[in-house]
């Protein structure tokens, strides 16, 4: 029997009929009702491309899709007990291959060529992380559709059909701690093909199908790119789901307002951000959900579910401090990505992790101390591309050190420093 049953009512997100985060003693009335989420996007990858076998074997493991689902539902009391109540896992995955810069994966959702049908590996591994999440009291947002996968069904209509069989697969679940994402990013890449997807009526009316189809169980909405909402998606949805990929905390407060003044009355949900989480100050603010989304540590396959050392064990300490309301008591550091197995093929992406990312004003970079870059902006990387992206460093064959030098807003100089043998 289900154990995890959700309501909505106006901005508020009740869970077993008591509104979030109610069931903590002493946590802040400012976040009751939100529903804090984190990107685990590539919980039910499997590449069906036969090309790419043994692509994803790495640390001494031969990958598994079963080993790979098991190992997030392992990882979910940690992430609960650290205050999230939503992951957003896709049928069709993400992008599961920034490092490699390859495209050439085929993970489906092992939907048929005109979508008629669903592979059952997918169906029972999403199961599998519906049942987990039930038993803890966490919601699932199962995104069915995703643009660079859109090519592997034949046409619009195709597109349709998928959303159709996956609404009906997820109708005959006994669980109702489903949000259907119809769609993430519903207008950009390849979706832009196919107007059903990409335009505002045709995503609107795709919605009103999917609830359809659902049956009524389960609230419906659907992503657009970072920054990016249409007015008839926003009437359509029972839950507004946004992206804040690309945007500083004024842009993004700007976007969450611009939305709230069209449609005040329904909840607000980013499930899909960065490792930018200062956003947390606009979700308590503007009183809306965010979701904290690390592309190399949770969507790289094999992922590490597990909440790691830096970026992630940062974040799930601020959202502590927020919810539980507490000063801040110390500001930590952390040099991310000269871990043992934080790499591809020599390529590291290296960041300097901040538990209070507001208080630092730059930082530089340096290999032994030969300045390689400055980084003003969190998360503060080297070689940034944007708020999710990086190019890769490779240690040079003379490097002796790597350091950054981090310079705080107070005036105060703090160091981290790696030496290599």
Request: proline share 4%.
């Amino acid at each position: 029997m289900a154990k995890t049953s959700y309501s909505i009512k106006g901005v508020d997100f009740y869970i077993n009929g008591q509104k979030t985060y109610t069931e903590l003693s002493k946590s802040d009335p400012k976040v009751h009702g939100l529903l804090f989420n984190a990107r685990f996007i590539q919980g039910v990858f499997e590449d069906k491309n036969p090309q790419n076998r043994g692509k994803y074997d790495r640390f001494g493991k031969i990958f598994s899709a079963d080993d790979h689902t098991d190992a997030l539902i392992q990882a979910l009391p940690s992430w609960y007990k650290k205050g999230i109540r939503a992951i957003t896992v896709g049928l069709q995955g993400g992008g599961p291959i920034y490092t490699y810069e390859d495209w050439s994966v085929i993970d489906s959702g092992c939907f048929s060529k005109d979508g008629k049908t669903i592979d059952p590996g997918y169906c029972e591994r999403l199961t599998r992380i519906i049942k987990a999440c039930d038993e803890l009291g966490m919601l699932v947002i199962v995104s069915i559709l995703y643009q660079a996968q859109a090519h592997l069904l034949e046409d619009g209509v195709a597109l349709g059909e998928a959303v159709k069989t996956a609404c009906t697969f997820l109708k005959g679940l006994p669980y109702s701690n489903i949000i259907i994402e119809v769609a993430n990013e519903q207008d950009v890449g390849d979706f832009e093909k196919h107007p059903l997807i990409s335009s505002g009526e045709g995503m609107g009316t795709l919605l009103r199908l999917a609830r359809e189809w659902s049956g009524g169980r389960f609230a419906v909405g659907s992503s657009g790119g970072g920054g990016s909402w249409k007015p008839e998606i926003v009437s359509n949805s029972d839950v507004i789901l946004v992206h804040g990929n690309g945007l500083r905390r004024r842009e993004y407060y700007d976007f969450i307002r611009s939305i709230q003044a069209y449609a005040p009355d329904k909840p607000i949900v980013c499930n899909e951000d960065s490792q930018c989480f200062g956003q947390l100050s606009v979700s308590e603010v503007t009183h809306t959900s965010w979701g904290y989304y690390n592309n190399m540590t949770k969507q790289e396959p094999p992922a590490d579910w597990s909440v790691t050392a830096g970026e992630d064990d940062f974040f799930a300490r601020r959202l502590e401090q927020m919810i539980y309301g507490r000063e801040e008591v110390e500001n930590e550091f952390y040099l991310q990505g000269f871990e043992p197995d934080c790499h591809i093929d020599g390529r590291r992406y290296i960041k300097l992790a901040s538990l209070y990312p507001e208080k630092i004003n730059y930082v530089e970079f340096y290999e032994n101390n030969r300045l390689l870059y400055t980084s003003f902006d969190e998360p503060f990387m080297l070689y940034a591309l944007n708020t999710w992206e990086q190019r890769p460093y490779r240690v040079s064959k003379d490097a002796q050190s790597f350091t950054v030098v981090i310079y705080l807003h107070s005036g105060q100089v703090v160091e981290r420093k790696v030496t290599f043998e």
